[in-house]
């Protein structure tokens, strides 16, 4: 039966007492309640932080009509009731570190009168450790602390360091209470989407277990297949489900892989393939330092990482592969043990960001929005048609309608993997299937793409001034029809050469493989 979606909805009790559809997470909040006392987690935006967070303070509080029926309901102690102090900056954009203070002074103060205590003392480090200490004597049970958003004021400042700094100077102040209250605290949970290091945020507070790449809690946040099955199988009915998983599941952190929650309500409300959780926040920032760094734009859904890396993040460091992976524009394909040290292959989660984030990079790669929206059109059509004289007429368009001016005063055009980057990201942009074979050359990527029930092998390469012929050769020679011609569809090899000196497509050559062989 069908049942309202809870679009938005990140208050456990109203889901529950309104009878909307509910993914029972009680499985992890028992085992974190039981087994443990400080925990992290990072988990990308609008994933289902807040709700699990709520879900926690509803079960310490007690509220045991909230979760009849669901897994935890018998196997929780229900006469102990722990106080809560719930700490969010969910809200609001602070911009100073008086802003900061202020912001705290008010949390702190809505705990007081939630909780009916009166700690006295002035400074914020020390009236929240009198709060810890107030509620252990009020209630006779030691407090539950549980802390969501606990990064935002840093990354609402992130493109201003000193301000950044001084936000993160600010909640460090607050955060590290947490250790020297360890006796009156029963459980600790902080979630946001970065992870900050140990050093630079939680001094002091280095007991605390981090659960975001760990296989036990993968599906912590985000619904995984058997949920759609099961919770949301009213919904499916005029959905194709591969396009379902193909568009919003993908996320992994070494465990079940799970669907984007947000997405999903979207789509079973509209019934329509879209964007959502893209759209929702504009990556700026990382589709700005992806730009400063030259990004090498065919390899993004193919980088490596190991664990170090993966949550290296700080305000004056902040690699690629960590800056993608904890804003969930990444995921962890698989991971590699290798004489005990960690690896990881980095991949796009989905279609919804591989398609999305290429382009908006396109976007801010080419000067002419329209035109790139014109020729990202005509390039479906063209391929749809098989018109190789079109593809060839668009090719030379993609980069003959930038400016010399535009050239001249970007520095990302200088960069020599600019149009090998910008070509793959026209296909990438259109979201169709494109196998990158070999980009080891920032000048030329060999890539393949299935369309239409056809292969097309494409070598792009640079040259400097005059069609040497070679792209075509290059790619009989490597012989990668080879592997693709038992499928027994037509395959056709296309040689693209680009002139760096006159920015233009110089050379065209095209060769078809029978279908079979």
């Known amino acids: 039966m069908s049942k309202k979606l809870p679009i938005g909805i990140q208050t456990f009790r109203e889901i529950r007492e309104d009878d909307c559809y509910y993914v029972d997470k009680t499985a992890f909040a028992l085992k974190l309640a039981v087994e443990g006392k400080y ?29 009849q029926g669901l897994y935890c309901h018998d196997k929780w102690d229900w006469t102990k009731q722990y106080p809560v102090i719930r700490i969010s900056f969910a809200e609001g954009v602070l911009q ?22 009166d700690p006295q003392q002035p400074s914020i480090s020390g009236n929240f450790s009198e709060m810890i200490r107030l509620v252990h004597q009020k209630y006779g049970q030691r407090a539950v602390v549980l802390i969501d958003e606990y990064d935002k004021p840093i990354l ?16 460090r102040n607050l955060y590290s209470v947490i ?37 036990r809690y993968s599906a912590v946040c985000g619904y995984t297949e058997a949920d759609l099955d099961t919770v949301f199988a009213p919904e499916l009915q005029g ?30 409300d ?130 003959a309608g930038i400016p010399h001016d535009w050239y001249r005063n970007n ?18 942009a259109l979201g169709l299937n494109v196998t990158l074979e070999d980009s080891t050359n920032h000048g030329r990527i060999d890539m393949t793409l299935h369309f239409n029930g056809q292969i097309y092998l494409f070598e792009f390469k640079v040259v400097e001034l005059v069609p040497e012929g070679k792209a075509l050769k290059q790619l009989k020679d490597k012989n990668y029809a080879e592997k693709y011609k038992a499928e027994g569809v037509p395959i056709h090899l296309i040689g693209v050469e680009f002139s760096k000196e006159s920015r233009s497509v110089v050379g065209f050559d095209i060769e078809m493989l029978g279908g079979g062989g």
Do not use: C, H
């Open 39 to 67: 925990y992290f987690l990072s988990r990308p935006r609008r994933f289902g932080k807040s709700l699990f967070l709520d879900t926690l303070a509803e079960l310490f509080a007690g509220n045991e009509v909230l979760f």
């Open 96 to 117: 100073s570190r008086a802003d900061l203070d202020e912001k705290i002074g008010e949390i702190l103060d809505f705990n007081r009168k939630q909780l009916d205590i």
């Open 156 to 171: 609402d400042n992130i493109t201003n360091p000193d301000i950044a700094r001084q936000m993160r100077d600010g909640l």
């Open 179 to 215: 250790k020297g209250q360890d006796a009156y605290i029963r459980f600790a949970l902080l979630t946001g989407v970065s992870k900050f290091s140990k050093v630079s945020l939680f001094s002091g507070l280095n007991n605390l277990q981090d659960i975001t790449v760990d296989k």
């Open 239 to 268: 959905l194709e489900r591969g396009k379902i998983r193909d568009w919003y599941n993908g996320y992994n952190w070494l465990g079940e892989a799970v669907y984007n929650p947000f997405d999903l309500l979207l789509l079973f």
């Open 270 to 399: 509209t019934r329509e393939f879209k964007p959502y959780w893209f759209e929702t926040g504009t990556p700026t920032f990382l589709i700005d330092v992806l730009t400063e760094r030259l990004a090498w734009l065919p390899e993004l859904g193919r980088l490596e990482s190991d664990a170090e890396l993966l949550s290296t993040f700080d305000i004056d460091d902040m690699p690629t592969e960590a800056l993608m992976f904890q804003a969930g524009y990444l995921t962890i394909d698989r991971e590699e043990n290798l004489g005990d040290a960690y690896f990881y292959r980095l991949r796009f989660p989905n279609r919804e960001v591989y398609q999305s984030l290429y382009g908006r990079l396109l976007r801010t790669w080419t000067p002419d929005a329209q035109a790139e929206v014109r020729n990202r059109k005509s390039l479906y059509r063209l391929l749809q048609s098989n018109d190789f004289e079109g593809l060839q007429n668009l090719f030379t368009a993609f980069y």
């Open 411 to 428: 520095p990302i055009a200088q960069y020599e993997g600019y149009y090998a980057s910008v070509f793959y990201s026209y296909f990438a």
